[in-house]
């Protein structure tokens, strides 16, 4: 406990300033760094069950960062500001261009690796699709704001924190036994509800809390890129929340069962006492996802 304890102060320590001091491009380089680590760490997660080529294990990691550049490239441009008519055609087109390198590169692999079978191949999809689109939504998040990173990661700590703490005192009825025994259903209502609260009032209240520290700060986190009447951006923020911390929950037993189901206990051991960035970050790329979404739709409005 000691150990993970001095572990998350030294990550919160790392993490803070970057949220807070980063430019987006830089906050996406970052996102970049953990999408490479994390596709070593899926790596590992499927070598507990077979082992694959070397070759097979490069082109993964090449294929994940290729995937995560196109995404931040098209989403970045998309979401940041109009864009032209030809601006478009060539952000779709590099899309296409990626997605039939994915299918001819992985079809050789089949073809000509000895090692690298269906199986394997379905492993270095899920490693793209996971890793790569996972990363690459928190990167581009940034484009809506700082606010919206904080957020994202308020609502991941406290829904993580408070269904622990509710589950431990008043967990009764098993949420996924077989997956996370410790998980209760009163824990994660009880997390949602708290981190709700918090994260809710954070971002309504986002430029008298932050401003000090971010000269773009709106009114509410989604200020900047929405015209709401105040009203409605309270019934915004609540049920994004909701959903938010729902979706988070969900993205943390997709990677409990994804370990559980290779017989490992973590994804690597970068954070002593807390596994490796899957194992810290695996709700947040749901959440950065669907995030990225709702804001491009509400921008769009």
Not at 119 to 130: C, D, K, M, N, Q
Not at 221 to 247: A, G, H, R
Request: hydrophobic share 55%; glycine share 8%.
């Amino acid at each position: 406990m000691k150990t993970r304890i001095i572990t998350g102060i030294c990550i919160a320590a790392v993490l803070v300033p970057i949220l807070l001091c980063t430019t987006m491009f830089q906050f996406i380089v970052f996102s970049g760094i953990l999408a490479f680590i994390a596709s070593f760490e899926m790596l590992n997660l499927f070598k507990a069950k077979k082992e694959i080529s070397l070759f097979a294990k490069g082109s993964t990691v090449f294929l994940t960062l290729l995937n995560f550049a196109a995404l931040s490239f098209v989403w970045y441009y998309s979401f940041s500001g109009d864009i032209t008519k030809g601006a478009t055609l060539v952000m779709l087109s590099a899309a296409g261009v990626v997605s039939l390198f994915n299918m001819l590169f992985i079809g050789l692999l089949l073809v000509f690796d000895k090692k690298f079978d269906s199986e394997v191949a379905g492993r270095t999809f899920l490693t793209i699709s996971y890793v790569a689109v996972g990363f690459a939504a928190m990167g581009v998040l940034r484009t809506f704001g700082r606010g919206m990173i904080i957020y994202l990661f308020i609502v991941a700590c406290f829904t993580d924190i408070f269904a622990y703490a509710v589950g431990m005192n008043f967990g009764k009825h098993k949420m996924a036994p077989t997956i996370s025994p410790k998980k209760s259903w009163e824990g994660s209502i009880g997390g949602t509800i708290i981190a709700t609260i918090i994260a809710s009032l954070f971002a309504l209240n986002y430029k008298s809390w932050f401003g000090f520290v971010d000269d773009t700060a709106g009114r509410t986190i989604i200020s900047n890129f929405t015209d709401l009447s105040q009203t409605v951006e309270i019934i915004v923020i609540v049920c994004l929340t909701v959903f938010t911390s729902i979706l988070g929950q969900i993205g943390d037993l997709v990677a409990s069962k994804m370990k559980r189901d290779n017989d490992i206990k973590d994804y690597g051991n970068l954070f002593p006492g807390h596994g490796g960035v899957l194992d810290r970050f695996d709700s947040s790329l749901y959440v950065s996802l669907f995030l990225t979404i709702v804001c491009a739709i509400l921008k769009a409005m």
